[in-house]
């Protein structure tokens, strides 16, 4: 028979947390949130390397490019967040389901990742559309990954 | 009188809490790439914690938990296109190393690959947090992990946290697993 053994361990952060003194939680969060907007512009940076290494892997058509693809593009929908690029967050995480779903079924037509390289680029500026403009956008990627799906679904 | 954040029904729920946080004593190890190790530090310090580790590899992680004791471990999915769930799963597994075997970790991840996604939820994580992060969603974490009075178990192909959230039944028509595997369950202080 398999054993199974519930307990309970030390909560050593929580004996840590309870320290007297300390500081203000709402202070703490207002200080970090003003670091990450400080380190915006250097985020910025990180992810455009990570977008030059996107647009250069897109263009070849190397074997096993799909693991650095998705890779990088994970990459890009870590730090968009950190570099207020929201939108551009919101394209590298569909691209990466994308992505994910060729790597599964083999194939990943040139066009659809074109598409999603295309909006990258536009979103990567997104000051340049309307509110609207960036939500149709988005909405074509979503279209992309919905047609896909049911691509590998039939 | 000042709300102790570890009673705040809120700062695990969807507000961040009123209270404090001492985060002076506590050891905590941020594994991540280069930037990502850097913006977490950067949080943390705000935070007020003052023993931070960095590990910019699952190997520098492994060395020092060796021979280091830690409260907290925030860790990315992906650290130089190893996962981490592997080494979490080896970190619970392993007997011989008690002193780090159950200290709670935060997963962090961008997007979780479909395959991996059983793995995730395998590897004995306490919570998981999707990047881009904020600040005010790592604290919760942090208060929530701090909080939690979730027993850990183990079993021959698990180790960490219950992984149930609720304590119901199995759905209907769904036979207890508990059965099915012949568990003899134990329950220890």
């Known amino acids: ?141 979503h279209g992309v990954l919905a047609k896909a799906r049911r691509t590998a679904a039939a | 009188m000042e709300e102790n954040p570890l009673n705040s029904r809120a700062a695990s729920e969807h507000k961040i809490s009123v209270g404090r946080i001492n985060l002076d004593y506590a050891s905590i190890l941020l594994m991540d790439n280069a930037w990502g190790v850097e913006i977490l530090a950067r949080i943390f310090k705000s935070f007020g914690a003052r023993r931070l580790h960095r590990a910019q590899s699952i190997t520098d992680a492994s060395s020092y938990l060796t021979q280091h004791q830690v409260d907290l471990i925030v860790a990315e999915a992906m650290i130089g296109g190893e996962d981490t769930f592997q080494f979490i799963r080896g970190l619970r597994q392993n007997a011989e190393a008690e002193h780090n075997r159950f200290a709670p970790v935060i997963l962090l991840s961008a997007h979780s690959a479909s395959e991996k996604v059983a793995q995730a939820r395998d590897c004995g994580i306490n919570f998981f947090v999707a990047k881009p992060i904020s600040p005010k969603v790592v604290m919760k974490r942090v208060l929530w992990v701090a909080k939690n009075t ?8 698990y180790a960490g946290p219950d992984r149930r959230f609720r304590n119901a039944p199995p759905p209907p028509g769904v036979a207890d697993r508990r059965q099915i595997n012949a568990y003899k369950v134990e329950t220890t202080a």
């Open chain 2, 150 to 157: 979730r027993q850990c178990l183990e079993t021959p192909t």
């Open chain 1, 1 to 141: 028979m398999n054993k199974v053994r519930f307990f309970a361990p030390e909560n050593r952060l929580a004996a840590a947390i309870n320290t007297p003194d300390g500081i203000l939680i709402q202070d703490a969060v207002s200080d970090a949130d003003e670091q990450v907007a400080l380190a915006a512009a250097e985020s910025a940076e990180k992810m455009d390397e990570s977008l030059e290494l996107i647009y250069r892997l897109a263009a070849e058509a190397a074997p096993g490019r799909l693991d650095g693809l998705y890779q990088a593009v994970r990459e890009v929908a870590g730090l968009a967040g950190l570099a207020q690029l929201p939108d551009l967050g919101h394209a590298a995480h569909t691209f990466c389901s994308l992505i994910d779903l060729a790597l599964s079924t083999g194939a990943l037509p040139q066009d659809q990742i074109q598409v999603n390289i295309d909006v990258m680029r536009l979103l990567r500026r997104p000051a340049r559309f309307a509110d609207a403009e960036r939500t149709a956008l988005l909405d074509n990627l």
